[in-house]
C-alpha cells in the first residue's frame, strides 16, 4: 500500500515569496492533517479535514496560511507572503477517520531566508 | 501552552538494556495516548497506543505505561537494539473532540551497539 506522499520534499524562498505544498493522502483516508513541525519542537497542528471540509484550523494563520482539500483526496497548503519563522517541516498526515492511526508523509523542508 | 511535555532531549542506552522514554501532560481531559518513533528525513511512524481505560499495552518489545494520577506515560523497549536509534514523540488526544493530536518535543535515543 503506497504511504502519504508530499512534495517538493525541500524549499528555499524568501520572506515576502509565497510557496505551496502538495499532500496525497492514502487512498481511502477520509482525514487529511496538516502540522507544522520547527526545529527541537512536536509536531503542532494546523489543519484537519474530514473528506473536504475543515474539522478543525485553530492553529492556522489565517492571515498568510490557506489549505484546500478538492474532490476530499489531495490537499495544498500554501503559505503567502512567507516570514522568517515560517521555516520548519510541514507534514502532512491522513487517517480513515478521525479516531484511527495516524500515517505521515516524509514531509516538506522549508527554509524562508 | 505545551500541554504534552518530554523533558528528556535525549537519551543514550546500550544494546540489550531497557530504554525508558517518558512523557508528561496537563490536559486531564486527554483519554487517548500514542508513541511515534521518526527516523531522519522521514515522517513519524506509528509505534504503539493506550486508551485511559488501561495502564499498560504491550506489542513485542515495546510496552507503554500510563499513570492517570500521576499525567504521566511511559514508553519500555527491551530489549533495546541499534535499529531503535530514532527520536521518539509521545502524542494525546481527546478522542471525542475528532482526536485532535497534541505532540511532546521529542526524545532522540541512542542505541550503542
Known amino acids: 500500500e503506497a504511504g502519504v506522499a508530499q512534495s517538493p520534499r525541500y524549499k528555499i524562498i524568501e520572506k515576502r515569496q509565497s510557496v505551496a505544498f502538495w499532500c496525497n493522502p492514502i487512498?481511502?483516508?477520509?482525514?487529511l492533517y496538516w502540522y507544522q513541525q520547527i526545529l527541537g519542537q512536536g509536531p503542532k497542528l494546523l489543519i484537519q479535514?474530514?473528506?473536504?471540509?475543515?474539522?478543525?484550523d485553530s492553529q492556522l494563520p489565517k492571515d498568510r496560511f490557506s489549505a484546500e482539500r478538492l474532490k476530499g483526496v489531495d490537499s495544498t497548503l500554501k503559505i503567502q507572503p512567507a516570514k522568517l519563522e515560517d521555516s520548519a517541516v510541514y507534514l502532512c498526515?491522513?487517517?480513515?477517520?478521525?479516531?484511527?492511526?495516524?500515517?505521515f508523509g516524509p514531509g516538506t523542508r522549508l527554509l524562508v531566508l | 501552552d505545551q500541554q504534552v511535555k518530554q523533558n528528556s532531549p535525549s537519551l543514550s542506552v546500550q544494546e540489550g538494556r531497557i530504554s525508558i522514554l517518558n512523557c508528561d501532560y496537563t490536559?486531564?481531559?486527554?483519554?487517548?495516548f500514542l508513541w511515534y518513533k521518526k527516523y531522519p528525513a522521514e515522517g513519524p511512524t506509528f509505534l504503539i497506543s493506550i486508551s485511559s481505560i488501561k495502564d499498560k499495552n504491550e506489542d513485542g518489545r515495546f510496552t507503554v505505561f500510563l499513570n492517570k494520577s500521576a499525567k504521566h506515560l511511559s514508553l519500555h523497549i527491551v530489549p533495546s537494539q541499534p535499529g531503535d536509534s530514532a527520536v521518539y514523540f509521545c502524542a494525546a488526544s481527546v478522542v471525542y473532540n475528532f482526536n485532535k493530536f497534541y505532540f511532546g518535543s521529542g526524545t532522540k535515543l541512542n542505541v550503542k551497539p
Open positions: 498526515a491522513s487517517s480513515m477517520g478521525t479516531t484511527e492511526t495516524q500515517y
Open positions: 490536559n486531564s481531559m486527554f483519554d487517548y
Open positions: 487512498s481511502g483516508h477520509a482525514t
Open positions: 479535514f474530514q473528506n473536504n471540509g475543515v474539522v478543525d
